[in-house]
């Protein structure tokens, strides 16, 4: 059985509030991505970025977000359900310490964000101890795009816990169609390396599935078809039942 992961991506910090509240009320959600993006890498901006803050944007720091880990605030029910943060931000290692001060216990790279991505995951793996004193308590995984070649990756696969694919080719938009352009991409890099994890985000369907999960994907990130579903719990529940064996 994959993992089924729902993804929030907040217009504000009520958005967020509100549809946590409502990922958290299904028993079975033990995990939750959190989508940002700061208008630059991607577009357009979500909250805690402002389009209209752009020397925020600059320092890579937004104000609000700062403003919570000052206060001594935490997100909700971090005692039953872990977070992961897609990074979709051009300075992502300055605002990764902020968001591990929220609670934040996973954290999403894209090997698009940074000129040197080995070196990005080796400042991280310094700063926050990972592999080390936060070994089981701290993850660090790659997205990459579609249009990306996965050689971006390759020199610091030893980082990585997991890889994370892109279904969508623009991303930080939910709703969008799956591209199939990804499966190949996917099957390809699974044969090279079985032994990462994978995941996929964007256009996960109850059509695509099966297929995806049956190419080695293990976590299925899914936004619109969760969270817009008249009955997330319910739409959650179907997504978590499909099972197929590796291979099929």
């Known amino acids: 059985m994959a993992l089924i992961v729902p993804a929030v991506l907040p217009s504000s910090y009520k958005d967020l509030e509100e549809k946590l509240a409502l990922l958290i009320k299904i028993p079975s959600v033990t995990q939750i991505q959190i989508d940002i993006v700061d208008g630059i890498f991607a577009s357009p901006a979500s909250w805690p970025y402002s389009p209209s803050t752009k020397s925020d944007l600059v320092l890579g720091r937004p104000q609000e977000l700062e403003a919570m880990v000052k206060n001594g605030e935490m997100l909700p029910a971090l005692d039953r359900v872990s977070y992961e943060i897609d990074m979709m931000c051009i300075d992502a290692e300055r605002v990764t310490e902020s968001w591990l001060a929220l609670g934040v216990s996973r954290i999403t790279f894209h090997a698009e964000c940074s000129t040197n991505l080995p070196k990005l995951l080796a400042f991280s793996e310094r700063r926050y101890g990972y592999g080390g004193l936060a070994s089981g308590l ?100 179907v997504f978590e039942s499909l099972q197929t064996p590796y291979g099929v």
């Open 138 to 237: 701290l993850s660090f995984g790659c997205a990459i795009n579609i249009d990306s070649d996965i050689v971006l990756m390759e020199p610091c696969l030893n980082k990585l816990e997991y890889v994370q694919f892109m279904g969508i080719s623009r991303i930080g938009r939910q709703g969008q169609l799956f591209d199939r352009r990804v499966l190949e991409k996917i099957k390809t890099f699974h044969a090279h390396h079985p032994e990462i994890t994978l995941q996929i985000d964007g256009g996960v369907s109850l059509k695509n599935a099966k297929e995806l999960i049956s190419l080695g994907v293990s976590s299925l990130v899914i936004g619109s078809a969760i969270i817009n579903a008249k009955n997330p719990g319910e739409a959650y529940a």
